[in-house]
């Protein structure tokens, strides 16, 4: 099922609507400022578990967080020097996932290594929606493992709406991957080029 929200004021009742959804185990396709997302609460396992069964890919393959606000992606991240805070800033919000070190408050179930992908997206409804619930989604691109991308709400909900609980349709993203940068070493390190320009 598709729910459409306006692109610049999503409508709260339908932003408390998905926040209920989610709330309860939920899984949805959303558009970012990069790719549409399968998402889910990172606290919720059972929900994890689905997005990694829709997809059919390697449970150890890791997924991003996307956070609605630095002082939330500060949760999930250990203590930050500050060269790096400073680069973040320059980062987000944008089409980037930053790699750093775990914090404890990454669930056991996400932590498959001592590093965590962190995403502020540059989009209307990422900021609300996790505003709203007060925690990160978990966020994955919305396709089956080896194939592209899928790009609008139609075609989400035609292939994969009887395995989702909604398709959120908000306008269509950019349809570019984000660039990914590890910032765990000296140096930052592009894992992946996609639509962040790097270097800043």
């Given at each position: 099922?598709?729910?459409?929200?306006h692109?610049?004021?999503?409508?709260?009742?339908?932003?408390?609507?998905?926040?209920?959804?989610?709330?309860?185990?939920g899984?949805?396709?959303?558009?970012?400022?990069?790719?549409?997302?399968?998402?889910?609460?990172?606290?919720?396992?059972?929900a994890?578990?689905?997005?990694?069964?829709?997809?059919?890919?390697?449970a150890?393959?890791?997924?991003?967080i996307?956070?609605?606000?630095?002082?939330?992606?500060?949760?999930?991240?250990?203590?930050?020097?500050?060269a790096?805070?400073?680069?973040?800033?320059?980062m987000?919000?944008?089409?980037?996932?930053?790699?750093?070190?775990?914090?404890r408050?990454?669930?056991?179930?996400?932590?498959?290594?001592?590093?965590?992908?962190?995403?502020?997206?540059?989009?209307?409804?990422?900021?609300?929606?996790?505003a709203?619930?007060?925690?990160?989604?978990?966020t994955?691109?919305?396709n089956?493992?080896?194939?592209?991308?899928l790009s609008?709400?139609?075609?989400?909900?035609?292939?994969?709406?009887?395995?989702?609980?909604?398709?959120?349709?908000?306008?269509?993203?950019?349809?570019?991957?984000?660039?990914?940068?590890?910032?765990?070493?000296?140096?930052?390190?592009?894992?992946?080029?996609?639509?962040?320009?790097?270097?800043?």
């Amino acid at each position: 099922m598709i729910l459409t929200l306006h692109p610049q004021n999503p409508q709260q009742r339908h932003l408390e609507r998905i926040a209920e959804l989610l709330r309860k185990d939920g899984v949805i396709a959303y558009p970012t400022d990069t790719l549409y997302g399968l998402g889910c609460l990172v606290s919720r396992k059972k929900a994890v578990d689905r997005i990694q069964e829709i997809k059919g890919r390697d449970a150890k393959k890791p997924m991003s967080i996307l956070c609605a606000d630095l002082s939330m992606l500060g949760r999930y991240t250990q203590p930050l020097e500050t060269a790096t805070f400073r680069l973040l800033k320059q980062m987000f919000p944008g089409p980037y996932t930053a790699v750093l070190p775990a914090s404890r408050e990454v669930p056991r179930h996400l932590q498959n290594k001592q590093t965590v992908g962190l995403r502020i997206p540059d989009h209307t409804f990422c900021h609300a929606i996790t505003a709203l619930v007060g925690e990160p989604i978990l966020t994955t691109s919305c396709n089956r493992a080896g194939e592209e991308p899928l790009s609008n709400s139609w075609e989400i909900d035609e292939e994969m709406g009887h395995l989702l609980d909604l398709v959120v349709d908000c306008g269509d993203p950019a349809g570019q991957a984000s660039t990914v940068v590890d910032l765990t070493q000296s140096e930052p390190v592009v894992l992946r080029q996609g639509a962040g320009e790097w270097p800043l």
